[in-house]
């Protein structure tokens, strides 16, 4: 793959990543004044992940439910979480591949667990857009191992225990999202590749690959 020798950040500032956590941030504070974020009726009526809902035609809670959070416990971990992962992935990537990353990886999670976990589990929380994060940070790591540790090791550190943290406190961790989240970011980041990459025949079929597997995904979901 042709690609420097050393990674590059490719611009200052991590806009999006702000804009990401506001986002969450306005939602929880829309579910505290509407009914409590912790009212599972309430979550419903905003758009929570619920399988059966997804597959009677709401579709857009696949999308929805990254943005919602149960507890500001749960908004606070994945805010700082993406605090950490998502500033510095946003300066790998650049705002609009960091920004597809973010967005399909949340996906993937919530279509991992609509098809794998409890169907009538009501889920909610940007971990599985998270952990795609996450996933893109390991792919960096796959093409330039000699520099991941010193650029993203220490965070990895951080949000590893801020996630055993809410585990531990609050329980009810969609673990499927969070490894459907994960292996949608590695792949959805192999398939676009870094901005400053000389473009390569294989990232014409892995991206052929990675739409065909979320549109597969979606279909399933939605038609059950």
Known sequence: MARP?????????????????????????????????????????????????????????????MFLHSGALHLAVNSYSLYNLGGLAERLFGRTRFLTIYLLSGLWGAIASALLSDPLAVSVGASGAVFGVAGSLFYFGAAYPRHFAALAGRRFITVVVANLIIGFAAGGIDGVAHAGGLVGGFLISMAIGFPYETHEPHHTWLRAAVALA???????????
């Open 5 to 65: 020798t050393y990674p590059r950040l490719v611009q200052p500032g991590s806009p999006v990543t702000t804009a990401l956590i506001a986002v969450c941030v306005l939602a929880f504070l829309w579910l505290e004044f509407n009914g409590g974020s912790t009212d599972i009726l309430v979550l419903l009526r905003n758009g929570a992940k619920f399988t059966p809902l997804i597959r009677a035609g709401e579709w857009w809670r696949l999308f929805t439910s």
């Open 214 to 224: 979320t549109v597969a995904g979606f279909i399933l979901c939605v038609a059950g």
